[in-house]
């Protein structure tokens, strides 16, 4: 396969090789067997899977690699500590679905992810890929503000219980929701935020934003009922995952009622603009 190696594709080289110094790693692709098998063994620790139900295998990754599909690693040292797996689209569109990243718990905090998601923009640009998609669980408001404010990828679809039970230590119990997202690869908001240049969504520069789905005073969510026109605020909870384990019901709650609120303004046409880190969709409504 012949690389581009065009000015663009250099510049998202660079700016991965400066993400990872700056998370203090090295990330690079990875084949060989003894290291696929680092990818399986580190995802087994972050999901700490029923055996019957991996993330992935050693025996798929070989077979990913070998069809010429993407498995990046970042290491601190000789330890494995972030890996990312992606493949192929439909070859019409020209695209790449990344199905599962993961960091180690001791390594969050370090942009460890955001360098293994540069490495990999810059391996699709090089082989001619123009966007890469993914899915994660909107009710993590980290993940959220990753995906969508530090990456600029935009949602695209909110996705009911899309994996079914995964049976984890991470998802078990609950529905698996996942928003879907389209990171196109050389928009301007894309290379902003290859450069570290993102624009962070503010909402209080946006007074006339209509609250849809708050946080109360109790940790449950509160519907503020129809959205009506112009942009609206869809909230988040601070640390589900705390939820889960501290006030199921809470949690379940919350699972309702974004799936109703952010889920339903997206199935009306509405787009998600932004992120705010203080835990906030800002959504625009069909028409702005």
């Not at 050693?58 to 000789?78: C, F, P, Q, S």
């Not at 119990?173 to 389209?182: N, P």
């Not at 787009?271 to 625009?284: I, L, P, Q, T």
Request: charged letters at 20%; aromatic letters at 8%; proline letters at 5%.
């Amino acid at each position: 396969m012949t690389l581009d190696l065009s000015p663009s594709i250099t510049a998202a080289t660079e700016a991965g090789i400066d993400a990872a110094a700056a998370a203090g790693v090295r990330v690079r692709e990875l084949r060989e067997l003894t290291e696929l098998d680092e990818v399986y063994r580190l995802y087994d620790s972050i999901w700490r899977p029923d055996p019957s139900n991996p993330p992935v295998t050693t025996e798929l990754l070989r077979a990913l690699t070998k069809a010429g599909n993407y498995v990046g690693g970042a290491y601190d040292g000789d330890e494995l500590i972030g890996a990312c797996v992606g493949f192929f689209s439909a070859p019409a569109e020209v695209s790449m679905h990344s199905h599962v990243a993961g960091v180690s718990g001791s390594a969050r905090g370090r942009n460890v992810g955001f360098a293994l998601k540069l490495h990999q923009r810059a391996w699709a640009l090089r082989r001619g890929v123009s966007s890469i998609s993914w899915t994660f669980d909107p009710l993590i408001r980290r993940n959220a503000y990753f995906n969508v404010a530090k990456l600029a990828a935009q949602p695209t679809e909110y996705l009911t219980n899309f994996y079914g039970d995964m049976r984890d230590g991470i998802n078990s119990g609950d529905d698996t929701d996942r928003l879907l997202v389209r990171w196109q690869l050389d928009a301007p908001a894309v290379e902003a935020a290859a450069a570290r240049q993102a624009v962070v969504a503010d909402v209080g520069l946006m007074p006339e934003a209509r609250v849809a789905l708050a946080c109360g005073a109790d940790g449950w969510p509160a519907v503020a009922g129809p959205a009506g026109d112009g942009v609206v605020l869809v909230a988040v909870p601070p640390d589900v995952e705390g939820l889960r384990r501290t006030d199921p019901g809470a949690a379940k709650a919350w699972r309702a009622a974004l799936r109703e609120v952010l889920g339903g303004l997206l199935a009306d046409g509405a787009r998600v603009s932004g992120f705010d880190r203080a835990g906030w969709y800002v959504v625009e409504q069909k028409g702005l």
